[in-house]
């Protein structure tokens, strides 16, 4: 079983400013891997990240970052020079054997 | 080329109605996934196609939820009886393959049904 927990329901950052999204997990897999998922107003679901766990070096793509906590079961996402496209909502989750699980998201907002 | 495609875009339907929902896949994607978002909620995972077939209905919440895949290609989540708690947004997402490690799901637009 997998379970994730975002605990912030909402976070507002200013343009160009960096901002962190926490997210812990749990699961039972020995196999799995973490991502991030934006959601635009459109509904669009949007992988913005994701890491397999097996690996030890934080994945980057570009503005965004990771910091992967393996043994405290930790997931955070930064964004660097933040614009006013990141406002969305974002969702962390796990995958295992074809399975997603999915946290219930923080909506991010950000300031001109 | 084209993304995963949902229709309609927008239902409204009566208590009691059954309601069919409609998935496009990317061509070429052998994996399709169903998922129901609450207002409020993350993504629940409903159930997974592999080709034709269905590996995993573990996440269908009752026997009024059913789903099918015909040519491995176009998938149909048909939900009878309909309740007010089956308001929701339904989204759909495919990936080249499934299983082992990670392969990227690609969401379509959702389909947002609600039962009044």
């Known amino acids: 079983a997998q379970t994730v927990t975002q605990s912030q329901p909402e976070m507002s950052v200013q343009e160009a400013e960096t901002v962190t999204l926490s997210c812990t997990y749990d699961t039972s897999e020995s196999d799995y891997y973490l991502f991030w998922y934006k959601q635009p107003p459109s509904r669009q679901m949007i992988l913005v990240i994701r890491?397999?766990?097996?690996?030890?070096q934080n994945a980057t793509e570009n503005r965004f970052s990771v910091n992967f906590q393996k043994a405290a079961k930790s997931f955070s996402l930064k964004i660097s020079d933040s614009q006013l496209g990141d406002a969305a909502m974002y969702f962390c989750?796990?995958?295992?054997?074809?399975?997603?699980?999915f946290g219930k998201g923080i909506t991010l907002s950000v300031r001109p | 080329g084209a993304g995963v495609s949902q229709s309609p875009s927008n239902k409204v339907t009566e208590k009691g109605k059954d309601v069919e929902l409609r998935c496009d896949p990317i061509?070429?994607?052998?994996?399709l996934y169903w998922y129901r978002q609450s207002l409020g909620q993350g993504l629940e995972f409903l159930i997974y196609?592999?080709?034709?077939?269905?590996?995993?209905k573990s996440g269908l919440p009752s026997d009024r939820f059913s789903a099918e895949r015909t040519g491995g290609s176009v998938s149909t989540l048909t939900i009878q009886r309909t309740q007010q708690e089956d308001s929701a947004v339904y989204l759909c997402a495919s990936s080249q393959l499934a299983g082992g490690p990670f392969h990227e799901q690609y969401f379509g637009p959702g389909t947002r049904l609600t039962v009044t």
């Open positions: 890491q397999e766990a097996y690996k030890q």
């Open positions: 989750g796990t995958g295992a054997n074809s399975k997603l699980t």
């Open positions: 196609f592999q080709g034709n077939s269905a590996p995993d």
């Open positions: 061509s070429g994607h052998t994996a």
